[in-house]
């Protein structure tokens, strides 16, 4: 990634031994979202103020678009009120004495004083927090302050959004309202956005790229849709379910059938009707247990997938008694999900042609009007 | 009543604090937002009037202000007259011995404003005057109250190093505190009753209104 410096995106790259150890070089172009994923003590968060100017490692190149904003080789460093950057704090971080809209107000300077506050109301529009302009932070409820910190980030006019675990301290049902918003301003604001996070099912959900990060250096980086269907990243099993993540388009709706015809390159999957439009890409996960194999279609089954597929490899699952089977589908990747027995019986070995048998794929972000199927 | 010593005495307090609360300012900030090596002794130095007797610090500003020091003789240079025994001495010794009072409280509020608000201030693109004025002196300004408070009441109060410093000279440096002490010598306890008694009274009303105006405002901060 680091070697396609992208137009208005960000390049990063930063090392250093002492004192947090720091070991990374990543990219993210504009309207992508890139997730920072590790355990804690992993060096996320130095990442994220090492690009907002809070944090300066002893070396180190961040630039966005055509400005360097660091570059310790020339001693350059931008102080951080001068980078147009967009940060989310893990805990917010408002200001306590002023209103919500006074915070959202704060982060306008750059504007001209006679459209200042009408871009802040603006804003808290966006956010659905209108009727709460005159509150203070003390009255609001997490998930709202939390949206407020995320109108005043976006007030900035920021080149880069920065999110620090943005959704950690608020409840699963207002964590899923956030998520559709934040798919909003991705598609709206067209800029970088680095997430930081320790919950895969957030990178799944949220992000295109994924760094995957322990103490302080990078491990793996790629696409999310790639990674998820590696089985050679041990980090991944410890957090997340074995299964790939893919972005699929929406080809057709058989309403009669009450299906919808889903396409991805090197296959096709029937889903039970999907509420997208056709057209659109959604993201969808299918766990590697609700993938068997075939070496036929079967007939007479209630299944509706069976893809035509290439064995590309063999490991181990985290359960003794099982493996898991790399599948390709063209440039795709499944996996599968089977026993010892299974691969001994059907004589599974890398290059072996077998049909892969989808049972069930759930969504995890419905349907995005642009962005390329990967 | 001795009116020359009462207003010398506000003349004073509103002087020190004047000169002090920008420097407690800084100061204070300084000390609650920097890591640095020697901060425990920079801060040891500040509290420094708080513990030692007023003689032993008025002993110290005389040596230091005196004909023989390079300070005094600098002053005697410029002014034409002694920096000790003159109401701009009484000034600096105030300033000094106030330092704890003022820096203090500073401090603390400072300390209690959590660093992600003043990074947060600069991230919306406030420039670190910007980012005090508009974020962390509205937030800190419970703590200013109390050193403005603190200082104004212990200028007016402060008896051991005026007299070491200023004398008792009247309209110079002859504030209410001595001049109190004067009228008991002279066995004047009416006129020593009644200007303790007004001082009382003062120093009550200031720490009063500061607090209520530091509850008002932390109460609109909805702390």
């Known amino acids: 990634m680091a070697s396609e410096p992208p137009v208005n995106g960000l390049s990063v790259t930063l090392r250093q031994a002492q004192p947090i150890p720091l070991d990374v070089s990543f990219s993210c172009p504009a309207g992508e979202v890139v997730a920072l994923f590790g355990p804690s003590g992993s060096g996320k968060t130095t990442i994220l103020r090492a690009i907002a100017g809070l944090y300066r490692p002893a070396t180190g190149r961040v630039t966005c678009g055509e400005s360097v904003w660091l570059d310790t080789a020339r001693d350059e460093a931008l102080p951080p009120h001068r980078r147009a950057v967009g940060l989310v704090f893990q805990e917010y971080a408002l200001f306590p004495h002023l209103t919500v809209l006074g915070n959202v107000v704060a982060a306008t300077g750059h504007r001209a004083r006679s459209e200042r506050e009408s871009r802040a109301r603006e804003l808290l529009d966006l956010v659905h927090l209108a009727p709460y302009a005159t509150r203070r932070p003390a009255e609001l409820s997490g998930g709202q302050r939390q949206r407020v910190a995320l109108a005043r980030a976006l007030a900035r006019d920021p080149a880069v959004l920065l999110l620090d675990e943005p959704f950690a301290a608020v409840d699963r049902e207002v964590r899923v309202a956030l998520y559709r918003e934040l798919e909003s301003v991705r598609v709206s604001l067209r800029v970088p956005i680095i997430l930081v996070t320790h919950d895969f099912d957030e990178v799944a959900r949220l992000a295109d790229r994924l760094c995957i990060l322990e103490r302080g250096a990078m491990t793996a980086q790629g696409r999310v849709t790639e990674l998820t269907s590696r089985v050679d990243i041990p980090q991944l099993a410890t957090y997340y379910e074995p299964g790939s993540v893919l972005d699929v388009r929406v080809e057709a709706h058989e309403p009669g059938r009450q299906l919808t015809r889903l396409s991805f390159p090197g296959g096709a999957l029937w889903s039970p009707t999907m509420a997208a439009r056709s057209g659109t890409v959604v993201r969808i996960r299918i766990p590697a247990r609700e993938v068997s194999i075939a070496l036929a279609v079967p007939e007479q089954i209630s299944l509706h997938n069976a893809l035509p597929a290439q064995v590309a490899g063999i490991a181990a699952a985290s359960d003794p008694a099982l493996v898991l089977v790399t599948l390709q589908l063209g440039p795709t990747v499944l996996l599968a999900q089977v026993t010892h027995d299974a691969v001994s019986r059907l004589q599974l070995a890398p290059g072996r042609n077998v049909f892969a048998l989808v049972k069930s794929v759930s969504v995890l972000r419905p349907g995005r009007a642009t962005g390329a199927v990967s | ?223």
Not at chain 2, 156 to 185: C, K
Request: hydrophobic content about 55%; proline content about 5%.
């Open chain 2, 1 to 223: 009543m001795d009116w020359t010593a009462f207003k010398l005495s506000i003349e004073l307090a509103a002087v020190t604090l004047l000169i002090l609360l920008p420097i407690a300012m800084v100061v204070g900030r300084e000390l609650a937002v920097r890591t640095f090596r020697g901060k425990g002794f920079v801060e040891a130095l500040v509290a420094l009037p708080l513990l030692l007797p007023p003689t032993v610090v008025g002993f110290y500003l005389l040596q230091a202000f005196g004909r023989h020091s390079a300070l005094g003789r600098a002053f005697e240079a410029m002014t034409g007259h002694l920096l000790v025994f003159s109401f701009e001495g009484l000034v600096l010794a105030s300033v000094l011995i106030n330092l704890p009072f003022a820096v203090q409280p500073i401090q603390r509020a400072c300390e209690a404003i959590p660093r992600e608000v003043r990074e947060a201030a600069a991230l919306c693109g406030m420039s670190p005057w910007g980012a005090f004025l508009r974020v962390e002196l509205p937030l800190a300004w419970p703590g200013v109250a109390t050193a403005l408070a603190l200082t104004f009441a212990h200028t007016l109060g402060e008896f051991g190093v005026v007299l070491m410093v200023g004398g008792s000279i009247p309209d110079e440096t002859r504030t209410l505190a001595i001049a109190i002490y004067d009228r008991v010598q002279a066995f004047d306890d009416r006129a020593a009753g009644v200007m303790a008694a007004t001082l009382l009274a003062f120093s009550l009303l200031a720490l009063g209104v500061t607090n209520t105006l530091a509850r008002r405002i932390g109460r609109r901060h909805g702390e």
